[in-house]
Nanobody
Framework: QVQLVESGGGLVQAGGSLRLSCAAS????????MGWFRQAPGKEREFVAR????????YYADSVKGRFTISRDNAKNTVYLQMDMLKPEDTAVYYC????????????????WGQGTQVTVSR
C-alpha cells in the first residue's frame, strides 16, 4: 500500500515557476514508478511526466517538454515536478500516481493516486 500527498501548488503569473512535491508512504517507494498527471475543468485527466523506479528514465508530454522536469529522491520517498515558463494553459489540478517498477502514460495503469494540488497560472 502506498499513500501519496502532493504539495506546492498555487497561483503564479505566466512565465513563473512552481515546484510540486509528492511525498509517499511505504518502505518500498524505490520500487514504484511515478507519474504526474493533470486535469483541467471540463477536460479528461492527461499525462504530464513520468519516471521509472530507478529514476534513470523520464518521459514528458509534448506540451511540457523543455519546461517541466520530473525527478525523485528515493531516500526521501518524494517525487518532484519542477515547472518553469508556466503558461495559462497549464492551469489544472495536478496529481501524482504510483505503479510498480515501470512507468506509463496511461492513467489507468496506476494503482495509487494523491488527492491533487491546484496550479493556477494567470495571464
Amino acid at each position: 500500500q502506498v499513500q501519496l500527498v502532493e504539495s506546492g501548488g498555487g497561483l503564479v503569473q505566466a512565465g513563473g515557476s512552481l515546484r510540486l512535491s509528492c511525498a509517499a508512504s511505504g518502505r518500498t517507494f524505490s520500487s514504484y514508478a511515478m507519474g504526474w498527471f493533470r486535469q483541467a475543468p471540463g477536460k479528461e485527466r492527461e499525462f504530464v511526466a513520468r519516471i521509472y523506479w530507478s529514476g534513470g528514465t523520464t518521459y514528458y508530454a509534448d506540451s511540457v517538454k523543455g519546461r517541466f522536469t520530473i525527478s525523485r529522491d528515493n531516500a526521501k520517498n518524494t517525487v518532484y515536478l519542477q515547472m518553469d515558463m508556466l503558461k495559462p494553459e497549464d492551469t489544472a489540478v495536478y496529481y501524482c500516481a504510483a505503479r510498480r517498477y515501470y512507468s506509463s502514460s496511461d492513467p489507468a495503469a496506476y494503482d495509487y493516486w494523491g488527492q491533487g494540488t491546484q496550479v493556477t497560472v494567470s495571464r
